[in-house]
């Protein structure tokens, strides 16, 4: 077996040998049935775009306080001194994921929710890299699970409630009360969620936030999003990095991208 970036690779000979393997378990994705599909239709309805509630979001930083254990307060609060003198540091300004569970806690942006058989996707507004795959087929962890931004997560329903365990999350992926405040995870990262209606057009998403190396215990917290059926509400696209290219064109007149100028890593004022 090798190794990429930090990913298993593994090389033909291993491939094959795992291949049969499967091929004598039984089939990984098996194809749905006509019960599967219609068995979706018993589940609760969550279509729509859902925007989140942030009057909400910021309530809960006083109402549900993290508990920060002593270094990660030390970290908290010298972000916040620099927030509040005007010189926020922005977490998630790099174009990469903001991942689990910030996503879930500080999202601006709206999401779409959608059931098929043995799975359930969110789909965020803000770049390709908002995506999670939530596995409901019976399927356990894996048993080593490669670590990414959102982890790997495993869901079950109890009755009209999506019950989510999410382990194998990166440790650089951050526990994040703002787009400013926020530290790594630094591994280890549990995240038990509990995702249901509270009313026609509110889905709530109470969470367990276990992260024994920043936070003294584990966190308990809500977060709320509305249903919105208009128009106006639907989920657009977002390329994070198209903001540093500017139209241009090529020797051969092809429309291409040409990146703008940058200071400290903004656009350069024209």
């Not at 910021?58 to 010189?87: F, L, V, Y």
């Not at 990095?241 to 500017?246: H, W």
Request: charged residues 20%.
């Amino acid at each position: 077996m090798k190794f990429f970036r930090g990913r298993r690779v593994l090389t033909a000979s291993v491939l094959c040998v795992c291949a049969l393997g499967q091929a004598l378990a039984g089939t990984i994705d098996p194809r749905p049935t006509p019960a599967d599909w219609a068995a979706l239709a018993k589940l609760p309805d969550w279509s729509g775009t859902w925007v989140p509630n942030i009057t909400d979001q910021s309530r809960r930083i006083k109402a549900d306080p993290t508990p920060w254990n002593a270094a990660a307060a030390r970290q908290i609060k010298a972000m916040e001194a620099e927030e509040d003198a005007g010189r926020p540091r922005g977490l998630f300004v790099n174009c990469l994921p903001e991942g689990m569970p910030s996503w879930m806690l500080i999202s601006h942006n709206a999401l779409e929710i959608l059931f098929s058989p043995g799975r359930v996707t969110l789909l965020g507004e803000s770049d390709g890299n908002r995506l999670r795959r939530i596995y409901t087929d019976g399927r356990g962890h894996a048993a080593d699970p490669d670590p990414s931004f959102h982890g790997d997560s495993i869901g079950h329903w109890e009755g009209t409630t999506l019950v989510v365990d999410t382990v194998g999350v990166l440790p650089q992926s951050f526990i994040a009360v703002s787009e400013s405040v926020g530290v790594p995870n630094n591994g280890d990262l549990h995240v038990i969620e509990h995702l249901y209606l509270a009313g026609p057009d509110t889905l709530h998403d109470d969470l367990e936030i276990i992260a024994p190396h920043v936070l003294s215990r584990p966190w308990k917290t809500t977060r709320i999003y509305y249903r919105q059926r208009a128009k106006k509400y639907e989920i657009l696209e977002g390329v994070c990095l198209q903001g540093s290219f500017t139209d241009g064109k090529d020797k051969d007149g092809n429309a291409i991208f040409v990146p703008v100028p940058q200071i400290d890593g903004n656009p350069k004022p024209q």
